[in-house]
């Protein structure tokens, strides 16, 4: 293999062990569609095609682009398995990754074809335990919800070794609510999940069990796979097929010289992150992008570190960073950022999605966007200006511009963000909510950030920084709020004005997620479950 | 093997082997088929012009109306056009058919098709999208319904307490995880062909029909078969036949396979839901809470056609009484006509919404007398003074009452008194708290203890039959074939469990084959939650005869009876031909009585293998085909009395919410189900599908709300907006067990039917939000919660 090429016109990655090289019209396809209709794998099924059930999981291990030294990033040559939706994942985003799908969780063992009992079948301990605690009744949310199970098993080993709190002892480690976590993306529309909680605790209660099942993915772990996709990571993709042009460069620069041909030739460029929000988009017919930019293979917009930015202390982040990256990230530097993350959406979008998508998406009820809102987050930009690339900040309080507009050229890409958190290790309380018709994986009918300082001597507010979403066309900070929110002493005369306040700040719609007036009613009961809460 | 706890079907489930429709191998000269359906909820067509589709790339036919021979069909009676021809009435109807060689240029071909609809604002001309509009207009599907017993009039005027109310209950989309899908191609035969289809229905038998008909076919000429489907829910019993049958049309005209999948977004929003109702109702009482009289006019609405309203209707009224005897009764019930899809079959078909009804009522009698809800569900009970109140409206005798044991063992099991109490100091403390303007976590509890009896069998008498087709090869294994179609309800392997049984072998012998109208004719939906209790008593039929066939070979030819004895029960009586652990020993019942065990007189100890072989060399039919008619039941339409039921499965459920005060939403700590399914034929199966019933009926009742716009377009057509039950709204503590009932004896081995009434116990989450309601905010008295109880709706009327 010449490794030394310049560019390639193909796409390379694993299925279930195999090598694939995709070119042409195949990589645009989602990776659902290539699995069925090119490959025919069909244990992988598309019920939503939106990314809200997870019957399309599959599990896809990336090799490392980032440098930096994040806690999950361990080890240099080993894949680590994570649950992504496939139906709203083109198959180029898959490059230079691993795909195991149910197929291949039978992994090698060979099935005879001869006169065996279906009940001597080889199967993973999970898979076992799906079919014996009726964890399947028809059978089609299955193939997704053994694969997410697979993953947590596997990488629960990982999670113990780089968090040390919150677990209990090393074999118990999965319990009832772990489960639940990790399978808040896969619906079941027959068990009522009781089957399916129940195979978990199946195999995590069992010592051999779950060593077996802890082991489900090894044969995958094959150190000439790593270093045949090693060999490809920096070598840019280029691929015009009859009706599309592709690019996936290695350097930022080239990502906006691309852009800059694509405002010259007149022609929108779409650009893919993770995709999460354009693929469901794609798949409803919304839009058909014949020019594609991929992130996919920029490595520093991989990176996530703390850094002090302007004397600030702070995180930052870049365009790459999954929202799964983060939220392991900050398990211990913001919990509560952590812990909200829970409630946004699945651990497949949050696998693939980035908090960059979810600014750069710029819905008004983004969920992260409160939140980098309150803490005064800072967007770094690269553009060009007269043909010369440059960097430039863009405060987030000052991005957004109306619906879904936002102070972005057409030139210009969002490289990273920088989120200070000085104010938390001063003493600053965050405090985030969202409200949604379905707790978990549901878009969220309002949210809410709350940043506070009291000041210790007179216990006065010293910093209130107040932010809503879902309330307005963007996502809001509510200075007239704050301002008389600041020195003042918090008690229930200051509450009942606040949320007078509050409710001339903010101008909600009606939709299928809610009336105007409802939204009104939470937006300041959210204010009350704040201050009850301090 | 114990035949009761077979694990079979789910082992190709998490391998991904199971083939679903859309994972059929295409054909490759396999059509893609989509069609253009009526973007209006009303109106009269004009034109329809596909012209320019038809010169589309890779578009290789475009259908009309005037492509069908018969342009009609209906679950029941066929009101409705397969391709609208002269009107559309709903959004969704489907128009025009497109078959084209890929995805792409068929919607390519689709944008180009145009269809002039003449919409009209003109009262009686324009769309009508709600019950009470329909009732303005006086726009009305089927006919009216009523069930009257003892004299309602007479006995509200006496009564010591009367109130009147409205209740209301919103629909509900099934979400089968498998959209409807069918592939259908021809087939060449000896004597003319025949078309083939493979459809996700719960009703193979109707897609037959309605294709043959559709297409000017003989029902001969038209095979469906079902191997399983991603789920049904009752969605897949009435309109599966309509796509199935847009698909043959594409086979049929193009002679090329033809394959139709539809998207979620399609699915959810041009297919039929559960009802929504509207209901009027008076009710009197004594100061105790019994029930004397209660009137209730249901209005359901039905959509655009009648489809299977009119039988759900019905079973919203055979359940307005729930578990409770209401000696004066007229109930009434109309089918709104609406222009939405036309609503069909879930989960339940009715008797949720008549439930409902009754126990909103309860709810609120305990409120107006200050109770709590379950002693008034307690003291209206069916079984309380000697027989006296075990008789329906309807005039069934409710026999086999489980419901005091339940009622007694679950509220002993749960601490459902502690936790009653519990909950109502939970609710004063926070309350104390907001008045005194303290900081308050607000949050408030519910908890509730609701029964449910449910009537097993088809209501329309004649659907309860069916037919099982038995194959015993000559190294022993089995085939068996009946109409019950595979929806993850593991009906197939409850069938092969019941003809283990029969003949006394490993399950691993006995395949259940896909259902297909060749093999089993005239088959009934599987539907009714009555698909195991038919198709098992068929399959035990089937099987019992060619296990008599071998059990007079042996007699035959071990214990050497004449072929005259064998006519005489006489002589036959005198032996035992047992089949057990893949044996068969025939032994004379007179010498048995020394009773030494051993040799027990046995003449012959057979392998079950080998005698299957022996019998084949001596001629002996090896095959049989059974039939099996539900007996006893009856029902006179004119009278509105009978024994429509063969029996009742019934339940009790105790579940406890807390509601956060500040968003309304609404959390299960626990809940407890305790069911009466007789014998159960398969007690893991049977606990799933109460699990997953009991989910689903929580669905319902809390975040599953439809949102239409003004135009009578879903706006919740997919997952984004439509909230099904996730992994994290199960309960925190969930319990679900049965108790033992060896009394049910009209049934196979005296089992009970699980598919729908365990659905009705997610009702008890609805019952407890209302109730915490209630005690936590007691001036409300107006509290009008309806179905679903959603976060905003409870914020509200918090």
Redesign the interface.
């Known amino acids: 293999m010449n490794t030394n090429m310049k560019n390639r016109d193909y796409v390379l990655l694993y299925v279930n062990g195999e090598r694939k090289i995709v070119k042409g019209e195949n990589i645009f396809l989602t990776m659902t569609d290539y699995l ?1 209709d090119i490959l ?11 990314g ?2 997870g ?1 399309c999981t599959v599990l896809k291990a990336s090799i490392s682009y980032s440098s930096s030294s994040d806690s999950d990033s361990d080890s240099d040559s080993k894949f680590k398995f994570e649950a992504v939706n496939s139906c709203i994942a083109s198959v180029h985003l898959f490059d230079c990754s691993q795909v195991v ?3 291949g ?2 992994g090698l063992l060979k099935r005879p074809l001869s006169e065996k ?3 001597e ?1 080889i ?1 993973n301990p999970i ?2 335990a ?3 605690e ?10 997704g919800i ?1 694969l997410t199970m697979t993953e947590m098993f596997v990488n629960t080993d990982n999670n113990n070794a780089n968090n040390d709190c919150n677990k209990k002892s090393k074999n118990k480690n999965i319990d009832e609510k772990e ?2 976590n990790c ?2 993306g ?12 129940n195979a978990g605790l199946h195999v995590a209660n069992d010592k051999n069990l779950l060593e077996v099942a802890k082991k489900s993915l090894d044969v995958y772990q094959k150190c000439e796979i790593y270093k045949d996709l090693e060999q490809h990571k920096n070598i840019p993709i280029i691929i015009e097929s009859a009706s599309k042009n592709f690019y996936a460069p290695t350097d930022i620069h080239e990502a906006i010289n691309f852009k800059v041909e694509g405002i010259k030739a007149d022609e929108k460029t779409y650009v893919f992150s993770s995709a999460t929000d354009l693929g469901v988009q794609i798949n ?2 919304f839009i058909a992008p014949t020019r594609i930019l991929s992130l996919n293979s920029i490595s520093n917009l991989y990176e996530i570190k703390e850094e002090s930015r302007n004397g600030v202390e702070g995180i930052i982040l870049g365009a790459k960073v999954s929202l799964s990256r983060l939220q392991n990230f900050v398990r211990k530097k913001i919990p509560e950022l952590y812990n909200f993350l829970f409630v946004f959406a699945s651990p497949q979008i949050k696998n693939m999605g980035t908090i960059v998508g979810n600014v750069a998406n710029a819905s008004p009820i983004g969920d992260t966007l409160p939140f980098l809102l309150v803490m005064d987050a800072t967007l770094i930009i690269q553009g060009q200006n007269h043909s010369k690339n440059h960097e430039r900040e863009v405060k987030i309080t000052e991005f957004f511009k109306g619906y879904k507009k936002y102070d972005l050229a057409e030139n210009e890409l969002i490289t990273h963000i920088f989120i200070p958190i000085v104010e938390l290790s001063n003493g600053a309380v965050l405090k985030l909510y969202k ?1 949604s ?7 969220s ?1 309002i949210n809410a950030a709350y940043l506070i300082k009291f000041n210790n001597s007179d216990n006065k507010i010293e910093k209130i920084n107040i932010s809503y979403g879902g309330v307005a066309a963007t996502p809001l900070r509510l200075k007239k709020t704050e301002n008389y929110l600041l020195g003042k002493v918090l008690d ?1 005369n200051t509450v009942d004005e606040t949320i007078k306040l509050i409710s001339s700040e903010i101008s909600p719609i009606s939709d ?4 105007a007036s ?1 939204r009104n ?2 937006a300041i ?2 204010f ?2 704040f ?3 301090l | 093997m114990d035949s009761r706890n077979i ?14 429709i ?2 059929r ?1 295409k054909f490759p000269n396999e059509l893609v088929v989509d069609f253009v359906y009526s973007p209006v909820a009303r109106g009269k067509i004009k034109k329809i012009d596909f012209k320019d589709a038809l010169q589309v790339d890779g578009v290789v036919g475009i259908y009309t109306h005037k492509d069908i021979h018969h342009n009609a069909w209906g679950g029941v009676v066929a009101d409705q056009p397969i391709l609208a021809a002269t009107e559309v009435n709903y959004i969704g109807e489907p128009v025009v058919v497109v078959a084209a060689e890929n995805i792409l240029s068929a ?1 390519k071909a689709k944008k180009l098709i145009k269809i002039e609809i003449e919409t009209s604002e003109t009262e009686g001309e324009s769309k009508i999208l709600d019950i009470d509009t329909a009732i303005k207009n006086n726009y009305f599907l089927g006919s009216p319904q009523k069930i009257e017993t003892g004299d309602v009039d007479a006995v509200l005027k006496t009564s010591p307490h009367t109130f009147k109310g409205v209740f209301e209950n919103g629909g509900q989309e099934h ?4 959209t409807q899908s069918t592939v259908a191609y021809l087939k060449d035969g000896d004597n003319g062909g025949v078309l083939e289809l493979h459809s996700s229905s719960q009703h193979p038998t109707e897609v037959q029909h309605v294709v043959a008909h559709a297409l000017g076919l003989k029902q001969h000429q038209v095979v469906c078969i079902v191997k ?4 049904g ?1 009752g969605g897949k019993e009435a309109q599966a036949s309509h796509y199935a049958a847009l698909a043959a049309l594409v086979a049929y005209k193009s002679g090329r396979p033809a394959r139709l999948v539809l ?3 399609d699915d959810m929003k041009i297919t039929g839901k559960r009802h929504a109702f509207k209901s009027f109702y008076e009710v009197g009482f004594d100061e105790k809470g019994k029930i004397l009289a209660l009137k209730v006019q249901m209005y359901s609405n039905g959509g655009a056609y009648l489809d299977l309203s009119g039988a759900i209707l019905q079973r919203a009224l055979f359940h307005i009484d729930n578990a409770y005897y209401i000696p004066n009764a007229r109930i009434e019930g109309k089918i709104a006509r609406t222009n939405l899809p036309p609503n069909t079959a879930f989960r339940g078909f009715g008797g949720p919404q008549g439930v409902a009804i009754i126990e909103n009522i309860i709810e609120e009698i305990a409120m107006k007398l200050s109770k709590n809800p379950l002693d008034i569900r307690k003291i209206n009970l069916y079984g309380l003074d000697q027989g006296k109140n075990d008789v329906t409206i309807y005039g069934q005798t409710v026999k086999n009452n489980m419901l005091h044991t339940l009622i007694r063992d679950i509220e002993e099991s749960s601490e459902y008194k502690k936790r009653f109490k519990e909950a109502c100091d939970f609710n004063k403390a926070v309350k104390d708290k907001i008045k005194n ?1 303290q ?4 949050k408030l509890r519910g908890i509730s203890l609701m029964p449910v009896k449910f009537g097993i069998s088809f209501t329309a008498t004649f659907l309860n039959q069916g037919n099982a087709l038995v194959n015993v090869y000559t190294d022993g294994s089995i085939q068996v074939s009946t109409g019950a179609t595979e ?4 009906v197939y392997t409850k069938i092969r469990g019941v003809v283990s049984d029969v003949f006394g072998i490993d399950y ?1 012998l006995i395949r259940v084959m896909p259902t297909s109208t060749e093999k089993n004719p005239n088959t009934s939906p599987t539907a009714a939650s009555s698909g195991a209790d038919i198709n098992c008593s068929a399959a035990f039929n089937a099987a019992s005869m060619i296990k008599e066939r071998l059990s007079d070979f042996v007699l035959m030819k071990y214990a050497k009876l004449s072929r005259e004895e064998l006519q005489s029960n006489a002589a036959k009586n005198k032996w035992t031909v047992e089949f057990e652990n893949g044996e068969v020993c025939c032994f004379n019942n007179e010498n048995n009585n020394e009773n030494d065990s051993d040799s027990k007189n046995d003449i012959k100890k057979i392998k079950f293998t080998d005698l299957v072989k022996e019998a084949y060399f001596a001629r002996i039919n090896l095959g049989a085909q059974a039939f099996y008619k539900t007996p006893e039941i009856y029902f006179d339409p004119l009278t509105a009395k009978g024994q429509p039921f063969l029996y009742f499965t019934q339940g009790a459920a105790v579940s406890e919410v807390e509601i956060d ?3 309304g ?1 609404t ?1 299960i700590l626990r809940t407890d189900i305790l069911m009466d399914l007789g014998k159960s034929l398969n007690e ?2 049977d ?2 599908q ?7 009926g929580v669905g319902w009742v809390t ?1 599953e ?1 439809l ?1 239409y716009s003004d135009k009578g377009a879903l ?2 057509h ?4 439509y ?8 309960p925190r503590i ?1 319990n ?1 067990d049965l108790i033992t009932n060896d009394q049910n004896t009209v049934n196979i081995y005296g089992s009970k039917a699980v598919g729908e009434p365990p659905f009705l116990l997610g009702i008890s989450v609805w019952t407890a939000i209302k109730w915490a309601i209630n005690n936590f905010n007691l001036n409300a008295n107006n509290l009008n919660l309806k179905i679903p109880a ?3 709706d409870i ?2 009327a918090l």
Do not use: W
Request: glycine share 8%; charged share 25%; hydrophobic share 30%.
């Open positions: 069925r025919h794998l069909t244990g992988t099924k598309i019920v939503c095609a939106e809200d059930c019957a799908t149910v197929e969780l039978r009992r279906e009940d079948r199967l898979q076992n799906l079919v014996t009726h964890g399947s009744q028809c059978g089609f949310c299955t193939p053994a489960i639940k399978l808040t896969n619906l079941c529309r027959c068990t009522g999940y009781q089957g399916i909680i409803k017919d409200v018709k379905r707790k978990d994986l549901d878009i009918t229930q299928v997620r809610g009336h409802y009613q939470l009961n959210l009350k479950k201050y009850c809460e | 694990l079979d079907l789910a082992y190709t489930h998490v391998t991904g082997e199971s083939e679903f859309d994972d191998l919607k979400f089968y995880f498998e399983r489907m991603g789920g829910f998207g979620r977004d303007k900081k308050v976590d607000f929806m993850g309800q593991s691993n005060g500040y968003t939403n959390k893991k199966i606990k799933g109460v699990a997953g019933a009991y989910l689903q975040t709300e949102r706006l919740t997919s997952p984004t907006t909230k099904i039950p996730n992994i994290q709204d199960t969930f679900i959603t976060a905003e914020l509200l």
